[in-house]
C-alpha cells in the first residue's frame, strides 16, 4: 500500500476533526466511533508485519535502510526541512505497539471517562498522531514537530481527566519533557549547520546529517544536549522524578500510553539519533550512562518495595525496567542492543497490562491502596489469574517476555569488550534488579490477593463483579503477546537485525580508535612483578 506510513499516522489526527462537529451528547457514538478509529489505525498497520520481507527486499534493492519509506518532498524549502517518512525493524515494532495500545486505551475508557467525554477522545486520537509521526520522521524538523505536538494532549489528559493532583502532575510533566525539547532542539540546530549548503540551504534530513563526520569535541557537547532531552523522556535517573506524579494523576488510558509508548521516545531517540550520528561521544560517554543505568535499575526497584499505592508501585517499576533497557542498549553487543529493543516493547506490554488491571480494580473500589485489599482472588478469580500472568511476564519468567529481553541484556553486559568501560563488574549489578522486581511484584501480589477479605466494603462491591467481556477483550491480547514472544521470539528478533547491524556499523570505527588507543599504553605490572626500587646513591667523601 503506497504512503502507508502516513495513511497510519494521520487517520487518527482527521477523526479527531470529524469528532469536533459531534455534539456533545451522542456519548456512545464518540467513544464507539474512537475505538473503531483505533481498530481501523491498528488493522491498517499489520501490514508492515505481514508485508515486511518484501518491503525489506526493495529497501535492499535500493541501498537504504529504511523501510515503506516515503520522500524526501520538498516542504519548508526556506530552512531546509522535508517531509520524509520512513522506518526500520525498530521503529515499525514501536509502530505497531503504539496502534494496539491505542485500541487498548480508547476501550479501556468507556467506563473510567464520565465527563468531558468528547475533549477527552479527541486529545487521545491527537497524541495518537504525535507518536506514530515521532517514529516515522526522518526528517530532524518533522521530527521535532510531533515530538513537540505529544506534549499537548498528554497535558491535557493528566490536567483534566487526573487525579486530586493533576494540575500538579501535568505542569510537572510539562516543564520536564519541554526543557528537554528545547536541549535537544540546540543539539539538532548544532547538526543543521554542519550539513552542506544546497541552493543556499542547509538540511534536517536524517540521510544528510548520517553522512558528516563531526569532531569528537563537538560530538561531545552535541551527545550532551540529546542525553538531556531523551534522558528526562526515558526517564533515568536522577531524571525520573516527574515520572511517578505522572503516571499516579493521569487517568488509565493516560498511564497505559505514557507507560507503553511515551517512555520508549527516549530510547528511541538515543537508537535513532544519539548513537548512530554521534558514535565517539557515545563512547565517552558509555561509563556515566551505564552507571546511571545501573543506579536506576536498583533504586526504581527499591522504592517500588516501599510503596503503598498499586499504581505508584508499578510507576516507580518503569524507572527500573527502562534503565535495564538503557544498560543493554550501551553495552553496544548485538545481543545487548536487541535485547533492550525487545524490552522496550516487553515493557508496553507488561507496564500497560498492569496499569490496566490496576484500572480495572480501581473502577470497582476507587482506592488503589494496597492495604485494604487482601483475599481478592477469592471474589474475582479471573481476575486474580490475569494479574499473575501479567505480573509474571514483568518480573521476567521464562516462557513470558520478559525473560528473552533480560537474559539477552544480561548476554551483551557478559560479552561486552573489556576496552569500552572501566569496571564491568559493575554491569552483574543489573542481576539483583532481577530479583528485586520478583520482591515488589510478588509482595504486592500476595497483599492484593492472597489471605482473608479483612475489608466489608470489598466484598460489596467486588464480589460477584469479576471481569468483563470488555475487560477481558483489552487484556487478552497482551496475554497472548506476553506468551508469544516468550514462547517464539524469533520472528521479532529477526526484524531487528538491520537495525542492529547498522548501529554497529556506525560505532565499529570509532570503537576501533578506542581499542588501538588501549592496546598502545602499556599494561600495569602486577605487584609481584613490579620493578625492584633502586639502590639510593652513595653521597661524595667529602
Known amino acids: 500500500m503506497p504512503y502507508i506510513l502516513s495513511i497510519i499516522t494521520y487517520i487518527p489526527l482527521l477523526a479527531a476533526f470529524v469528532i469536533l462537529f459531534v455534539p456533545k451528547d451522542q456519548t456512545k457514538l464518540i467513544k464507539y466511533s474512537t475505538t473503531a478509529v483505533f481498530l481501523l489505525d491498528f488493522l491498517l498497520s499489520l501490514p508492515l508485519w505481514f508485508g515486511w520481507g518484501q518491503a525489506q527486499a526493495a529497501a535492499d534493492s535500493a541501498h537504504t535502510l529504511w523501510v515503506f519509506e516515503e520522500g524526501p518532498f520538498p516542504w519548508i524549502t526556506s530552512l531546509g526541512a522535508s517531509y520524509h517518512f520512513g522506518v526500520d525493524g525498530m521503529s515499525m515494532l514501536l509502530v505497531l505497539l503504539t496502534t494496539l495500545l491505542g485500541v487498548l486505551a480508547a476501550w479501556s475508557s468507556w467506563?473510567?471517562?464520565?465527563?468531558?467525554?468528547?475533549?477527552?477522545?479527541?486529545?487521545?486520537?491527537?497524541?495518537?498522531?504525535?507518536?506514530?509521526?515521532?517514529?516515522?520522521?526522518?526528517?530532524?524538523?518533522?521530527?521535532?514537530?510531533?515530538?513537540?505536538?505529544?506534549?499537548?494532549?498528554?497535558?491535557?489528559?493528566?490536567?483534566?481527566?487526573?487525579?486530586?493532583?493533576?494540575?500538579?502532575?501535568?505542569?510537572?510533566?510539562?516543564?520536564?519533557?519541554?526543557?528537554?525539547?528545547?536541549?535537544?532542539?540546540?543539539?539538532?540546530?548544532?547538526?543543521?549547520?554542519?550539513?552542506?549548503?544546497?541552493?543556499?540551504?542547509?538540511?534536517?534530513?536524517?540521510?544528510s546529517i548520517l553522512a558528516l563526520h563531526l569532531d569528537p569535541a563537538l560530538q561531545w557537547w552535541v551527545f550532551a544536549a540529546f542525553f538531556v532531552g531523551f534522558a528526562i523522556k526515558v526517564p533515568m535517573f536522577p531524571f525520573h522524578t516527574w515520572l511517578p506524579d505522572a503516571h499516579v494523576e493521569a487517568p488509565t488510558a493516560g498511564s497505559v500510553i505514557l507507560a507503553g509508548v511515551l517512555l520508549k521516545m527516549g530510547t528511541y531517540g538515543f537508537y535513532r539519533f544519539a548513537i548512530p550520528i554521534l558514535p565517539d561521544a557515545t563512547l565517552t560517554w558509555l561509563p556515566f550512562v551505564l552507571i546511571l543505568s545501573i543506579i536506576g535499575v536498583i533504586y526504581g526497584a527499591m522504592v517500588s518495595l516501599v510503596q503503598k499505592d498499586m499504581k505508584k508501585l508499578v510507576a516507580y517499576s518503569s524507572v527500573s525496567h527502562l534503565g535495564f533497557a538503557m544498560a543493554g542498549m550501551f553495552t553496544l553487543t548485538v545481543a545487548g542492543m536487541k535485547g533492550s529493543i525487545l524490552q522496550m516493547i516487553n515493557h508496553g506490554i507488561s507496564t500497560g497490562g498492569l496499569f490496566l488491571l490496576v484500572g480495572i480494580i480501581y473502577e470497582r473500589m476507587h482506592t488503589r491502596e494496597i492495604k485494604l485489599y487482601g483475599g481478592l482472588a477469592k471474589l474475582m478469580p479471573v481476575y486474580a489469574a490475569f494479574f499473575m500472568i501479567i505480573t509474571l511476564s514483568s518480573i521476567g519468567l521464562p516462557g513470558l517476555n520478559g525473560f528473552v529481553g533480560e537474559i539477552m541484556i544480561l548476554l551483551g553486559a557478559y560479552t561486552m569488550p573489556s576496552y569500552l568501560i572501566f569496571s564491568k563488574s559493575l554491569l552483574f549489578l543489573l542481576a539483583s534488579g532481577m530479583l528485586l522486581g520478583a520482591a515488589y511484584m510478588l509482595w504486592m501480589y500476595q497483599r492484593v490477593f492472597f489471605g482473608e477479605v479483612t475489608n466489608p466494603h470489598l466484598e460489596e462491591h467486588v464480589k460477584g463483579h469479576d471481569m468483563t467481556g470488555r475487560e477481558l477483550g483489552y487484556m487478552i491480547p497482551l496475554v497472548v503477546l506476553a506468551l508469544w514472544i516468550g514462547l517464539y521470539p524469533k520472528p521479532v528478533l529477526d526484524k531487528m537485525d538491520r537495525s542492529v547491524a547498522f548501529v554497529m556499523q556506525r560505532l565499529k570505527p570509532a570503537m576501533e580508535r578506542v581499542e588501538a588507543a588501549k592496546a598502545l599504553k602499556p599494561p600495569a605490572l602486577p605487584p609481584s612483578a613490579e620493578a625492584p626500587t633502586a639502590a639510593p646513591i652513595p653521597a661524595p667523601e667529602r
Open 111 to 207: 467506563r473510567y471517562i464520565q465527563n468531558r467525554e468528547k475533549e477527552y477522545y479527541i486529545w487521545l486520537l491527537v497524541l495518537q498522531t504525535g507518536m506514530l509521526g515521532v517514529f516515522c520522521s526522518l526528517d530532524f524538523f518533522l521530527f521535532y514537530v510531533f515530538w513537540e505536538v505529544m506534549l499537548v494532549p498528554m497535558y491535557f489528559l493528566i490536567g483534566i481527566w487526573g487525579g486530586p493532583n493533576k494540575l500538579y502532575a501535568a505542569i510537572k510533566f510539562f516543564l520536564y519533557t519541554l526543557a528537554g525539547s528545547v536541549l535537544m532542539l540546540i543539539g539538532i540546530l548544532v547538526l543543521y549547520f554542519r550539513t552542506p549548503l544546497v541552493n543556499g540551504v542547509h538540511s534536517f534530513d536524517l540521510n
